[in-house]
């Protein structure tokens, strides 16, 4: 087997401040998604809680997806009730974006090199099916049945677009980013300091 394919996942150091992280990563790209509903539309026209969700399990063992989908979730259901009331938060859309990470993820998975996932054009076509059109399509198609509308093929393609444009924008970065880079650049600043 090639050695690039090869999984070797680990429990990471300090999982809960991890999870606490992700909560507040989601809570904040939630907000700022949310915010555009203003206006005019019932969904938003940019969608990132799911892409964050989908790197995540991507990058993490699979016995940590539970508390990746939880920690995620209460970041996206609090920044709902900031911006709305508890009556209008619906967990089924919640349920949907989690559905929706863990098909990408796994699509990620399978369809990617874990060394280096976008060293080429064919990864980064993989990349786009497996992030931007296979789970945002998944998804529309759930909202369709679970959500009733009076708009459906309107929700369905701004579901499907919000959910793809999210992708695009974050999932690259979210494979691509190594955490040692942040700690590169607090010795580099402690150096010049």
């Given at each position: 087997m090639n050695k690039q394919y090869q999984r070797v996942l680990v429990t990471t150091p300090h999982p809960l401040l991890r999870l606490?992280?992700?909560?507040?990563?989601?809570?904040?790209?939630?907000?700022?998604?949310?915010?555009?509903?203003r206006f005019g539309t019932l969904l938003a026209p940019l969608w990132f809680p799911t892409s964050i969700m989908m790197v995540a399990f991507y990058r993490h063992a699979g016995k940590m997806w539970p508390g990746i989908a939880l920690a995620c979730s209460f970041g996206n259901i609090f920044a709902s009730w900031?911006?709305?009331?508890?009556?209008?938060?619906?967990?089924?859309?919640?349920?949907?974006?989690?559905?929706?990470?863990?098909?990408?993820?796994l699509l990620l998975r399978k369809l990617l090199p874990w060394y280096n996932p976008l060293q080429n054009l064919n990864?980064?076509?993989?990349?786009?099916?497996?992030?931007?059109l296979v789970p945002p399509l998944v998804g529309g198609v759930l909202v369709h049945f679970l959500v009733p509308s009076a708009e459906p093929l309107r929700n369905f393609l701004v579901w499907?677009?919000?959910?793809?444009?999210?992708?695009?924008?974050?999932?690259?970065l979210g494979l691509l980013f190594k955490p040692h880079y942040l700690w590169l650049f607090n010795t580099s600043d402690a150096a010049d300091g």
């Open positions: 606490v992280c992700l909560g507040l990563v989601t809570f904040i790209f939630t907000l700022f998604s949310l915010e555009l509903t900031m911006l709305f009331s508890w009556a209008s938060i619906n967990i089924t859309y919640t349920a949907i974006n989690i559905i929706e990470a863990t098909v990408g993820a990864d980064w076509v993989r990349l786009a099916l497996g992030s931007a499907v677009l919000s959910e793809a444009i999210g992708a695009l924008a974050l999932v690259p």
